[in-house]
């Protein structure tokens, strides 16, 4: 903060200076502060990034991250490690919202990301070291970013859509550097059909994963994790005094917004009675308001009730319970407001927010709704859905919290990756060859260019062997040797796919090893990188403001 305002201070002074009269050769700011800035924002942010290093790759170390209360996260995401470290520099931050954008755009490759602007950063601190300006260096990355991208594109494989085994090969690399690698078998496969249960042909950019429902249960192993033909529901049926519905078959599905209970004044009030007889009227009002309300719902044929949560008054009553149950129909409550959409999406049918309006057009009709155990509790499947609309349901299952959380994190990563593909159908080699490939051709690149621009670009290209650097290093193998012998590869024509072999240690071909990912998440990462490096390069004061 001193710095900021004493920057501020030298500047003013300079300026006043200048005006009465000002003598030759003054310089109109204190450059060595804003180059102390500039230095102290790309060392905070490059910190940050050293140490997620360790986790990027198949061989990767996992993090356990503590909360104040003692919350405990295991896993390997990029993104859940740094946006849950407790960040304070503002520049280290600004490398959380980097991976966080990654993440978004891309779903995989947040540490990378990381790793690749701390690489960047490293670089930069070098030129700027060796004189050159700021603007220059920033200028330079973004032209070696756009050939980058341009020239990954070259060395894209096509992939179809339809062609499940090479789909299921790219989820298997996303899921191959997790905590939960070993259950890739079970989930690469899960992700897949999920993606193409909801993938829409005219429309393959626009795959919503919220189409996706994960429904997670303690209890079991990951072998368990399965997708439903239909919808899953989280809770358990409601029931009242009796043994409660739990199997309706021919289900007409109804989705109330109102509640099964007697109605409330707006405003907090007591009403005290104090004759037994008008006690007994007010009994029988609410008896006959609740009987009323179900009779409509039993007028349209609904035999299973979806209740909205309410947090104005109970959603049902006991007595509501006890009504519903005498006129059979099965009861799902605690829906949650954000859960709507989704499934009147699955069920066709469409939510009721006042009992005057429920109608039998309204409901969805599915062949089977049944409860079921799922581990330690139980679940709600309903299946055989009349023109069931395009959502899939998943129940992850895990032995403990903590597994089940990363299985949920990672099966999201693998999810990713498939809409990435969807949205851009090429795929490229994963095991660094792709960083490496690019970094050689950049290099070649760079000579035809003159002046500091080709220094900047040759900077760039080197700062892209961070990530065979890392994978090899984390793999226990020696750095030096595997990206020389990558470098060597790759400098003679035809050994783009050249990439390492972290099982038997060595540089082979990753299209036999199927170690392949999405081109999307390389160049996202890329150009997110970049920018989040030119940003930082760019700022050279730290402004506290009220
Ligand atoms: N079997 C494998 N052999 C060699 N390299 C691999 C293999 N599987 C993955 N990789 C490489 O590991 C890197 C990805 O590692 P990782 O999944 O840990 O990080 P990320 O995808 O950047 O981040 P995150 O998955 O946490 O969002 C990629 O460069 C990929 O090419
Ligand atoms: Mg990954």
């Known amino acids: 903060m001193a710095a900021a305002v004493s920057t501020k201070s030298s500047s003013a002074g300079n300026g006043g200076g200048r005006q009465s009269g000002g003598k030759v050769g003054e310089r109109y700011a204190d450059d060595k502060l804003k180059h102390d800035i ?39 995401d990029g993104a859940t490690i740094l946006s849950k470290m407790k960040a304070t520099h503002p520049a280290a931050k600004m490398l959380v919202e980097l991976s966080k954008s990654q993440d978004i755009v891309a779903g995989d490759g947040t540490t990378s990301v990381a790793v690749l602007c701390g690489a960047l950063l490293n670089k930069c601190i070098a030129l700027l070291a060796r004189g050159v300006h700021p603007t220059i260096i920033s200028d330079s990355l973004a032209l070696a970013c756009d050939e980058a991208c341009r020239l990954t594109e070259t060395f894209g494989i096509p992939v179809n859509i339809n062609d499940r085994e090479q789909l299921i090969n790219a989820a298997t690399t996303s899921l191959g550097s997790k905590v939960v690698a070993q259950y890739s078998d079970v989930l690469a496969p899960i992700a897949v059909d999920c993606v193409r249960k909801i993938f829409d042909e005219s429309r393959p950019d626009l795959v919503d994963l919220r189409d996706v429902r994960c429904v997670r249960k303690q209890g079991g192993t990951i072998d368990d994790t399965e997708l439903t033909e239909g919808i899953v529901f989280d809770q358990k049926t409601a029931k009242g005094a009796g043994a409660g519905i739990h199997t309706v078959e021919d289900a007409k599905i109804a989705l109330i917004q109102f509640c099964i209970s007697p109605p409330k004044t707006d405003m907090e009030n007591n009403v005290i009675v104090s004759d037994y007889t008008q006690m007994d009227r007010i009994l029988k009002e609410e008896r006959n308001y609740v009987i009323g309300l179900i009779k409509k719902i039993k007028a349209t044929g609904c035999n299973v009730l979806l209740i909205q949560k309410s947090i104005l008054r109970d959603a049902v009553t006991e007595l509501g319970m006890h009504y519903l149950q005498k006129a059979k129909i099965m009861v799902i409550k605690d829906v949650e407001r954000d859960e709507i959409e989704f499934i009147a999406k699955t069920l066709k049918l469409q939510p009721v927010a006042h009992p005057e309006q429920l109608t039998p057009e ?185």
Request: charged share 25%; glycine share 8%; with cysteine.
């Open 38 to 76: 500039r230095i102290s924002n790309m060392t905070a942010a490059k910190k940050l990034a050293d140490a997620i290093r360790t986790s990027l790759g198949p061989r990767g170390m996992d993090k356990m991250m503590v909360s104040e209360k003692n919350d405990v996260t295991i896993t390997n």
């Open 362 to 546: 309204k409901l969805g009709k599915a062949k089977l709704a049944k409860e079921v155990v799922c581990g330690k509790s139980k679940v709600v499947k309903v299946t055989g859905i009349e023109n069931m609309g395009k959502t899939v349901s998943v129940i992850v299952r895990g032995s403990n919290q903590l597994v089940l959380d990363e299985a949920d994190r990672s099966l999201h990563d693998a999810l990713c990756v498939i809409r990435c593909l969807a949205h851009k159908q090429f795929l490229i080699t994963g095991g660094g060859s792709a960083e490496i490939e690019l970094s050689v051709r950049l290099g070649q690149w760079a000579r035809t260019l003159s002046g500091m621009e080709s220094v900047c670009v040759k900077a760039f290209a080197e700062a892209l062997e961070v990530i065979p650097y890392t994978l090899a290093e984390n793999a226990g193998l020696n750095p030096i040797e595997i990206v020389t012998e990558l470098r060597n590869k790759h400098a003679m024509l035809g050994n783009v796919h050249e990439g390492i072999n972290v099982k038997k240690g060595t540089v082979s071909d990753m299209r036999k090893e199927n170690v392949l990912q999405p081109l999307l998440v390389t160049t996202s990462a890329l150009s997110l990188a970049t920018e989040c490096a030119r940003m930082i390069l760019k700022i050279d004061d730290i402004c506290p403001v009220r």
